[in-house]
T-cell receptor, first 116, second 111 residues
Framework: KAGVTQTPRYLIKTRGQQVTLSCSPI?????VSWYQQTPGQGLQFLFE???????NKGNFPGRFSGRQFSNSRSEMNVSTLELGDSALYLC???????????????FGPGTRLTVL | LAKTTQPISMDSYEGQEVNITCSHN???????ITWYQQFPSQGPRFIIQ???TKVTNEVASLFIPADRKSSTLSLPRVSLSDTAVYYC????????????FGTGTKLQVIP
């Protein structure tokens, strides 16, 4: 079974631009989560989608948004890019079958975003 | 979600057993404990998950004492390829995935 795929793998943008990142979860997985990873802040949760609905959101400004499609594929968008948005953006999918248990998340390779 | 505390870094020689302990004093009744491994520029990879006592798989063992306020990830006979950051997570997703990764433990395996 194919793993989580993310496109593009690398991206260079300038301040003020916007960017859209894409994530395709493992087949059958219905939950997609997004994370930002930087050397200074570590791995930070952005948001999580399940059945096209955002269920949880981390502490990020409104410039960060996302959506999930009916086939569970997800996109995240960052508008008005700032230098501090340079990071590795990771997408993770999970099956979501067990209540009362942290479902195993399967991570993609990430998209390395550089903002100049 | 329960906050976790891990050592920032550890060094170990090849072939030794490595034990990484995670503290989670505020763990709730429904919380599970999960460990992930991350190599540079890659996404984290699931290692092991447990609720109580001991769990073992082909990669690692997880020891959880009765009070569940801590857990220990045990990696038998580490090799250079085990050099990575190891994250301990505690939570009850309840179907939701607001997972908080701590700072992790950077394990350096020395030849």
């Amino acid at each position: 079974k194919a793993g989580v795929t993310q496109t593009p793998r690398y991206l260079i943008k300038t301040r003020g631009q916007q960017v859209t990142l894409s994530c395709s979860p493992i087949s059958g997985h219905r939950s997609v989560s997004w994370y930002q990873q930087t050397p200074g802040q570590g791995l930070q949760f952005l948001f999580e989608y399940f059945s096209e609905t955002q269920r949880n959101k981390g502490n990020f400004p409104g410039r960060f948004s996302g959506r999930q499609f009916s086939n569970s594929r997800s996109e995240m968008n960052v508008s008005t890019l700032e230098l501090g948005d340079s990071a590795l953006y990771l997408c993770a999918s999970s099956l979501v079958v067990n209540r009362g248990r942290t479902d195993t998340q399967y991570f993609g390779p990430g998209t390395r975003l550089t903002v100049l | 979600l329960a906050k976790t505390t891990q050592p920032i870094s550890m060094d170990s020689y090849e072939g030794q057993e490595v034990n990484i302990t995670c503290s989670h004093n505020n763990i709730a009744t429904n919380d599970y404990i999960t460990w992930y491994q991350q190599f540079p520029s890659q996404g984290p990879r699931f290692i092991i998950q447990g609720y109580k006592t001991k769990v073992t798989n082909e990669v690692a063992s997880l020891f959880i004492p009765a009070d569940r306020k801590s857990s220990t990830l045990s990696l038998p006979r580490v090799s250079l390829s085990d050099t990575a950051v190891y994250y301990c997570l505690v939570g009850d997703a309840g179907g939701y995935q607001k997972v908080t990764f701590g700072t992790g433990t950077k394990l350096q395996v020395i030849p």
